[in-house]
């Protein structure tokens, strides 16, 4: 059917969305979503929208059966399936061109503008839901992030898809605040989702839980997330930041580990027992080689500058409370970045 192509509009524009995202207000946050609509609700809003947009009665009777609790065999708890799937019936070529941009790899230079105010919402989120998830898994969460900013949580109608996604970004990229929020939204329906969303859901919230801000957990997460951004070619203001953020944390925890050792020593001087330093958080194991991609970043990034005998002061200071390995990846860090401002 064409009637869909006319009311997607497919505008290809160049972005640099994961730099320009701001995560914690391009989305809204669980105290906008409502509670998940039954598929009775979502039944009768798909009818009543087909039959407006002028589809044939036949093609109504098809998409119907997947709404039958008799007939259908898809999960009554998979309502983004059951919406893609019912797009599928209508006009299957907008779900293959959909598949094919979930899958791509853009460079996070283009981005879909699906904002036909004649189509019905639930028809265009359930589509830029499908392509975040695809972007998500490919680690373009600036992208994704871009693309559900679009979307009024109010009237999704599958809240759970969305708060599932969002929360998936905020979980890898150590954001603890309002990943927390949309996963409690999320695991009190845990009965009306799917359920790996139930159970990945109640995983990630554990984890970020248990996060602790600063932490060398917190920080290796985000010089993970700096390695994929590079990855992927990404080196604007956001993947600047979040290396600023990385080097005030070491600072801090170098600056708590001095005055350490400088009370140890005073209590020692003194005829005491040495302080025993408080637990710190620690990395499992593991150990990594330090390669990042080759990109420029300009001086502004500040990586590698400090001189060798405060880069070896600051080394051992590091690796005093945490596992040998853990100095090894932050060396080989330094000193790939370092070259690359050379």
């Known amino acids: 059917m064409v009637f869909w192509l006319s009311f997607f509009s497919v505008i290809y524009s160049p972005i640099e969305a994961s730099e320009q995202a701001k995560s914690e207000s391009s989305v809204a946050v669980s105290g906008k979503l409502g509670a998940p609509p039954s598929d009775e609700m979502v039944r009768k809003r798909l009818v009543g929208y087909l039959k407006a947009s002028g589809t044939s009665e036949a093609k109504i009777r098809e998409a119907l059966v997947l709404w039958d609790p008799k007939t259908t065999t898809i999960d009554s708890r998979e309502r983004l399936g059951k919406i893609l799937a019912t797009i599928g019936v209508v006009d299957p070529q907008i779900l293959r061109w959909a598949e094919t941009v979930r899958c791509s790899d853009t460079g996070g230079v283009d981005i879909i503008r699906l904002e036909d105010e004649a189509t019905d919402s639930c028809f265009k989120d359930a589509l830029k839901l499908w392509i975040a998830q695809g972007w998500i898994q490919q680690g373009r969460y ?195 970045l370092a070259r690359e401002q050379n």
């Open 142 to 336: 600036g992208e994704a992030l871009s693309l559900l900013d679009g979307i009024e949580p109010a009237e999704l109608c599958d809240p759970a898809s969305y708060a599932f996604a969002v929360a998936t970004i905020h979980h890898q990229r150590a954001e603890k605040k309002p990943g927390l929020e949309l996963l409690e939204w999320l695991l009190q329906y845990s009965g009306a989702i799917p359920e790996r969303y139930n159970v990945l859901g109640n995983l990630m919230y554990e984890d970020l839980r248990q996060l602790q801000t600063g932490s060398l957990d917190d920080i290796s997460r985000r010089m993970k997330q700096i390695h994929k951004q590079l990855d992927l070619g990404r080196t604007g203001d956001n993947v600047l930041k979040t290396e600023d953020e990385v080097l005030q944390m070491l600072d801090k925890l170098i600056e708590e580990e001095s005055k350490k050792q400088a009370s140890q020593a005073q209590a020692t001087a003194q005829g005491g027992a040495p302080a025993r330093p408080a637990d710190a958080s620690r990395l499992l194991g593991g150990k990594g080689t330090g390669q990042v991609t080759k990109k420029k970043l300009g001086k502004t990034a500040g990586w590698g500058d400090l001189p060798p005998k405060e880069r070896e002061q600051a080394m051992q200071e590091l690796s005093r409370e945490f596992p040998a390995h853990y100095r090894e990846v932050i060396e080989a860090y330094f000193r790939e």
